[in-house]
């Protein structure tokens, strides 16, 4: 590895970034090709179904690929889906020398390392891997368990209160933060709230940054209580708004929701007495998505640690304290949870605490 290697591979993984929230259920890739030092061709995965970053800098690099140096971020794929291999498309540019960020955890497309170097191709794989990894978190977990990636989301004051009176809702923290929470919208394949949140909140839950794109609506309302009128079912937006109830609920509200726009699940209920969450997160995996942003509330955050289905925390914390009558972070019992590898980015007069809460897949 030299000094090259990583920064070609840092521009690989940047480019990648600009397919977060577009790509499920496949990764996010980005791809450089390097000629006698000198960046000839550059592409990243915009969409699943469309050419994969490897054939973008191929295409863009030309005849320059012969003899240079490919660095891409993923493995490049060794089957046949809805686009072919890219591994074949590698050896047959002529490429000498392949960097790879890390190896593809789908058993499916994996050994496109395998595949070139037994053709002759040089192959070295682990350059910059945590930072790849940490870009597919979702990708990973999907592949292995058919589970999105989970992330809590919340805004609180310093003594964890989500809100500044039990059942009211408004703004805690900071612009700064809002619009971090837009661009976390943006990047993530769903956002999914209770209706306890929905009755008081009435959100649209949308994405409102230029360009942005709003991501799959989730509404947890076992007994379908929400409002013909609720913003969700009345907004122009591209995606959709589902509703996951109880086996039990009214069919003729179902019909009157689903009349109005939304889709409608119905799940089991859980020990608890609740909707069973990881039929939910099954249904939402089933359909390609890869990564849910849960806002809450409350009740909704609590069920999902106690459930062991929470994968990550991101907390934005305003300079303030609310006292007891405010709504807490989380209701109900909940096991004691560590943030690991946790970060901290000041937003404004907030601060935004970033980590991880468990480990189902291998994350290192």
Excluded at 14 to 42: F, H, M, W, Y
Excluded at 67 to 81: D, I, M, Q, R
Excluded at 177 to 195: C, F, K, M, N
Excluded at 332 to 339: I, K, S, T, Y
Aim: with cysteine; net charge neutral.
């Amino acid at each position: 590895m030299t000094g090259d290697d990583l920064r070609f591979m840092r521009q690989a993984l940047e480019l990648a970034k600009k397919g977060l929230g577009r790509t499920a259920p496949n990764p996010c890739v980005g791809a450089v090709i390097v000629r006698d030092g000198q960046l000839v061709g550059s592409g990243w995965h915009h969409k699943a179904g469309t050419p994969h970053a490897e054939v973008h800098a191929i295409a863009e690099a030309g005849a320059a690929c012969a003899g240079a140096t490919l660095y891409v971020t993923l493995e490049p794929c060794n089957h046949t889906g809805r686009t072919p291999p890219c591994s074949r498309a590698v050896l047959a540019a002529g490429i000498a020398r392949v960097v790879v960020g890390m190896a593809d955890p789908n058993p499916v497309a994996a050994g496109g390392a395998a595949f070139l170097s037994a053709h002759g191709v040089e192959v070295e794989i682990g350059i910059l891997e945590k930072e790849c990894r940490q870009l597919n978190w979702p990708f990973i977990k999907h592949s292995s368990t058919g589970l999105p990636w989970v992330v809590l989301k919340a805004g609180m004051s310093l003594d964890g209160r989500i809100s500044r009176t039990r059942g009211q809702g408004g703004p805690i923290t900071g612009p700064e933060s809002l619009r971090r929470v837009h661009e976390l919208r943006d990047q993530l394949d769903a956002i999914l709230i209770g209706i306890g949140t929905a009755l008081i909140d009435n959100p649209l839950l949308t994405t409102r940054i230029e360009n942005g794109r709003d991501p799959l609506r989730v509404l947890l309302d076992s007994q379908l209580r929400l409002p013909l009128e609720a913003k969700l079912l009345r907004q122009q937006s591209a995606a959709q708004t589902w509703i996951f109830c109880s086996r039990e609920a009214s069919a003729e509200k179902q019909r009157r929701l689903e009349a109005a726009g939304a889709v409608v699940h119905r799940v089991a209920i859980d020990e608890n007495g609740q909707l069973d969450l990881k039929q939910v997160l099954r249904q939402i995996g089933k359909a390609g998505l890869t990564s849910v942003l849960v806002e809450g509330g409350a009740a909704v955050h609590g069920a999902f640690l106690r459930a062991g289905l929470a994968d990550e925390a991101c907390l934005f914390v305003a300079p303030c304290f609310i006292g007891e009558n405010g709504t807490p972070f989380l209701s109900g019992d909940a096991p004691e949870a560590l943030l690991t590898e946790m970060t901290a980015e000041k937003l404004g007069q907030d601060v935004l605490l970033r980590g991880l809460l468990q480990s189902e897949v291998s994350l290192h």
